[in-house]
Each structure stands twice: as C-alpha cells, then as structure tokens.
C-alpha cells in the first residue's frame, strides 16, 4: 500500500471520528444549556474550550452565546474542526484513497458528506438541533458500519482504525481535562444537583451514561465517572479502550509487515501505564497533569506512525 | 426540411418504424410509461451523484464537481454492424503503431513522399527524444479511442483519432452499471454483449507490455496528476478496478534503476505505469522544468527499459488533425490494404487551394485547430453568427497552416427521453482500442455522447453534451 494512502486512510476516519464527536460535544452543551438553571454562557464557553477552539471563537464572537457556539463547531467552513470542515476533509481523503476502499464505504462516505453538507447549508434552528444532530451521528455510523461489512482486514482497514482510535483518544482526554476540575472530589459538593449535571455532561459528550448507570446500579461518583472514562476498557470511547485499540492495530500491521517499528513501542508504553494505573494514583499524580501528559503522548504517536508507515515523503 | 429527413435516425431509421437493431428495444418502450420513465432517469442522477461520479469542472468560480447528463436511451448497434466497425478500427490502430514506430525510425513514409515532411516538423507533439527508441514490446499507444461518426445506413466515418491519452472509459463502464440497476428486464429480454470485463482486459494488456527490467508478477500503476484533475474520477476508478495502485508524481522516485513508489513498507518498483499526465509534465529533467506532476528522470530510466509507459511519449502526433488528413494514406502504406473506415474529407488550410476553397465556404463548413481538443478553438459554420464568422475569417488568414476544414457532416440521431418523450439529438462513438504486443482487444461498444440541444452538432461534455449506454447486440 502506498504510503500516501495510508495517510489518506488514517486522516479519512480522524475527521469522521472528529465530526462525530464535535456533533457529541454539541449536543452535550445543548442539553445542559436547556437542564440547567441561570446563565448557560458557562457552559458554553466549556463547550468551546473542550473542542480546543477559544481562539477561533473570539475571532469571530464576543460573547459565549448558544448560537454562535453551534454556528462554529457545526457549520463554519473556515474552521478547521466544524463538523462541516471535518467532513469535507474526511470525503476529500476518501477520494484520494478511493481504490483503497470498497464501494459501499466511498458511497456511505459521499452520501454522508452530502446530506451533512445540505442540513448545515443553514443555521440550525433550535427545534431542529435534535434532528440535525442526529443525523449527524447517524451518518457516521453508517460509513463505520460499510467499514466493518465490507473492508478486507489488511492493512488499509489497520490504518482506518488507528485514525479512529488516535482522534478518540484525544479527544476523550480533551472533555476530561476541560472539565477535570468537577471531577476532583476535594473540589465536589457530594449529591449537589449541579455537579451531577456535570458529571453526567462529561458522560454524555462520550456516549456513556446509560453503560455507566448499568455498571453503578444508578449512583454517580466524580472518582468513579473518572475511572470509567479513563481506565474502563469495555467503554468504547475511554482512554483504555482507545489504547489498546491502537496497539492492537499496530500489532496487525507488524504481522502483516514483518516489521516492528518505533509507533509499536510507544503504543504498548501507553497500554502499559494506563492497565498499571488506579484511579487512585491518577488523582494523587494530579488528574489534570495525567491528561496533558495522555494528550502529548497521544500527539507523539501519531508524528511517529506518520513516520514509520511513511505517509509523507 | 425537417430533421427527420436531413438526418439519419438510428432507431427510426427515417421510415417510421424501428430498425431492426432497436426492434426489442421499442417494443419494451412502447409498453412503459414516460412519467414512470422519467422518474428512472431522475434516479440515475442520484445514482451518478452517490457514486461521486464526478467532473471537475476547470475555471469555475468555485472548484465544483459536475456530472455528465446521462441519458437512458440506449445507443444500439447490430453485432454485424460492430465487427465491420472492429475489423477497421483494427486496421486503423494497427497502422498508426507502424506509423509511429516508423517516424521514430527510418521514416519511410517521410522519403516516399506519402506524408510530407514538414508536418512532422512542424507537429507540436513529435519529441526527438523518442528518435530510435523502441518502447517494449514495440507498443507505441495501449490504448486508443477511436471518434466515430455516422451519417447514414452503411456510412461510419472517423472522425479523430485519440492515440495520447483517451478519456471517458469510466462512463461506458457506469453507465452500463446503471442501466443494469435500473431496467434488469431489458438484459434479460435483449442480449448485450457485456463491457464490465474492461479492466480486466487493460490490465492484462498493459502486463503484457511489461519491461525487460521486470521479473515476476508485472506491477502496474495507474498516475495521476491528483485529485483536482479534471478526470481525477475515471483515474482512480481505472486503477480500483484494474487492483493497481494510483499514483502521484510526488509518491514516485528512481531507486537503484527503476521507477519505484513509496509504499508503507519502502520503495516498490513499477513496471508498467499507465499515464494520465501529458507529456510535457512527464519528466521536468527532459521536458518542461516546471512540472512536479510528473517523475524526475523517468524518461532515462524509460530508455533504458526499466519501465513501460503507456501511452508511450510522442504519440499524440497521431491526434493532429493535419496528420488525420493523411490517415487513409497511412493505413494502406503499412498495412496494403484500403482503409477500411472512412476518413471525413479534410482540407489542409495550409495549401493556398484549399484555403481558397475553406475561405469561399467558411458558412457550410466545420473548422477546427490543427492541434485542438474536446471542442475548444472550433467554428461550426452553419450555426456561426455573421460576426463568428468573420472573427474566425481573421484568424484563419492569419495563421491558415493551424487549421483544417472539413463539410458539416450530417451526424445520425439516437432519440433521447426528454419531457415529451422521445425525441432525436446527434450522437458520436468513441469504442476503446487497447493492444499489447500479441494482439488489438477493443471492447464491444464505447462511449456514445450525445448533444441535448436539439440541432446541435457539438457532443463534448465540456460543452453540454451527455452521453448513453451503448449496447452492441449479439449476435
């Protein structure tokens, strides 16, 4: 496989993973915006700083205000991370990698970016959020589903995953660390209704509040939201999950190369210090620190699988 | 006059009921309903829009991708029809590979007079860097869209020969693909030889002409100049279904004499690389230095047999419209037999007569470039304005040696499904010619396009034209 495509490959499924997320992200911040008593600037504002765009924001807006915030991360095509922009760059990758995919997952990724690109055509008014955001998600789910119905599991299926889990990973770190601070039980009113709002945001924008109340029996603890999201390996979108993920991926490749390279390492170094880890330890190290050093480590895989598998010249 | 009478009708066949070709077809017709019909042919658009089966569009404001109309009437040809057309497009292709081969040799052509001199000099496409190189295989042009036109019962004539880099496969195979989805009962009532096998075939033909340098299972690749090509679609469609790698100028580089691409494991060398880049952008040590589409000492390596390219460089001098003049000439120097198809009368504006003759006639004739393509640059006399006329009367005496002429040629019309139903526009043929060095393998059928305007003789895409399914019976 050519190393360009599988570049392609990896950056088509960070963006669809970014698209959806961003989608997650929005939809999280609407509902506690309208659950929420007093002013949902707040929450807004940590809508904006989880999605890393403060400074696009306040390029362009003055105030923390439910519009404009959707507007950004749904809809500007001069953001990098909208979902519109995340979407027209997945399908873009898609097209330059379209022999490295089956027909159902280029026709599943086209058909995404075109319905996508007409519901955002406008901005999206508030009776329709639900639907829009929906559907957003819903298209997503339909290009993974064409991945795993249909691609051969050799390399180019590798690298689709390893785009997946890398984008998740981080940004699964990023919603911790912006709300880490609710998290920390020094910090935490047990049992005030605001923080359990919060919690529960911080499980919504990762898809997991109903497997949390199943795994709980219904209680929400701060220590134990934080030990879900990061260490649970069954959890889909959690720290753990998206590890090993990755370095499953980089072992098929290393099966099907005969080659080990640096990535691997690293990788397994990450598996390793989070399968060794408590919850309790991460809270004594300091929450926060443990997330910035997760996303730097995060950062640095990426540059070296870009590096080990060629992507570039 | 109406049109009916002025112009051969394929279907109609001009006397009212279908030609025998179409007989199946029209009993089908007869028994559908146009609003049900037109509804299909709304949903082949969307067929075509989900399958991203795209052109981009250059100059626009906004780079968009833009879809060629397709229309669901099918364009029929008789089997006995198509292995006349077959047996002198075989002719044809055969011949301008001898002919090829022979102007980067000993010219023979050149010293018996047939072909003047001059216009190989003069021709634009002819590189010196090909003088007394062989490609392997002796293989000059892999693959060849041959234009045809037809203006009556028994009268094909070629109209140009595309011998550099043909375009528009993909179509044929699509639009196949949709009409199997859409009308199934119309296959299984109508025998049509299939086309689906294509990639197929151009990957074994292209193997075939594999370097001496290659050993093993050939590797061959499909190069693209990227993603906003114009054609971008069809390259990476060609290589999805051939099981080639599509590659850029920028993912290739010699390694140890070869022409290797950079592959997730290293540098894997390529034998055969099917081109989509002209050749001016081919190498920027050879040819234009400005070029980072192509790959930097790639035409050494080409000499050196270390690759095959395909189509090979400095073919397009076949493609000149002076040189067509001459075809019929060509093909009996090489091949001593009379040319099979016909040639469009030509005249040559470089000789004083027949720029006499062109400037006398200007309003009945159809001038175009010497060098031109896909419609750009051409006077269709019988639809020109008095002013058009004149503009081009200008530029003709200006540089007459840039132009041939050649009579309005009374295209045939196939019917298109339009609001009102059936109604005739002018159509062309572009079957696809691929040869390896054992044989000549053209696909039964081609690319049919078709002019949507009612009267117009202009089918390229780039200027409004759609195109059809085209369906060679068997027989």
Known sequence: MLGKTAGGLFWMFRYLERSENTARLVEAGFRMALTRGGDPADEWASVIDTAGARAAYLARYDAFEGGSVVDLLLRDREYSSSVLSSIETARSNARLVRTALTREVWEATNEAWMTIKAILQRPVREQDMTHVLGLIRQQSALVRGALHGSMLRNDGYDFARIGTFLERADNTARILDVKYYVLLPSLAQIGSSLDNMQWESVLRSVAGQRAYRWITGGEIAPMGVAEFVILDGRMPRSLAFSVMKLADNLSFLENE????????????????????????????????????????????????????????? | MSDNARF?????????????PYADYQRWFEGED?????????????????TGITFNVYGAAEATERLIPFDIVPRILSGREWSRLARGIEQRVRAINAFLHDIYHRQEILRSGRVPKEIIAQNVAFLPQMIGMTPPGGVYTHIVGTDLVRTGEDEFYVLEDNARTPSGVSYMLENRETMLQMFPELFTRIRVRPVS???????????????????????????????????YFEHSFLADQMGAELVEGSDLRVVDGRIAMRTTQGYQPIDVLYRRV??????????????????????????????????????GICDDKAIYSYMPDIVEFYTGEKAILKNVPTWRCSEPEALKHVLDNLAELVVKEVHGSGGYGMLVGPAASKKELAAFRAKLEARPGNYIAQPTLALSTVPILTKAGLAPRHVDLRPYVLVSPDRIDIVPGGLTRVALKAGSLVVNSSQGGGTKDTWVLEE
């Open chain 1, 257 to 313: 190369y005969g080659a080990r390279h640096a990535s691997q390492e690293r990788a397994e170094a990450l598996r390793a210090k989070l399968r060794d880890n408590s919850i309790d330890t991460i809270f004594e190290q300091g929450l926060h620190e443990f997330l910035v050093d997760f996303l730097a480590d995060i950062a640095a895989l990426g540059a070296q699988i870009e590096q080990d598998y060629r992507f570039t010249g």
């Open chain 2, 34 to 50: 146009i609003a049900n019909l037109r509804r299909k042919s709304d949903e082949a658009e969307t067929f075509f829009r989900r």
């Open chain 2, 197 to 231: 096998d294509y990639p197929t075939r151009l990957r074994r033909s292209l193997a075939a002409s594999a370097p001496a340098a290659c050993n093993g299972k050939p590797v061959v690749a499909v190069l693209t100049p990227g993603i906003h090509n114009s054609a």
């Open chain 2, 278 to 315: 002209d050749d001016d952008f081919l190498d920027p040590l050879i040819f234009n230095p400005q070029s980072m589409l192509g790959v930097p000492g790639i035409f050494d390596i080409y000499r050196a047999g270390g690759i095959t390219i395909a189509n090979a460089p400095g073919t």
């Open chain 2, 8 to 20: 051969f009708d394929e279907m109609s066949g001009g006397a009212g009921g279908p030609r025998q």
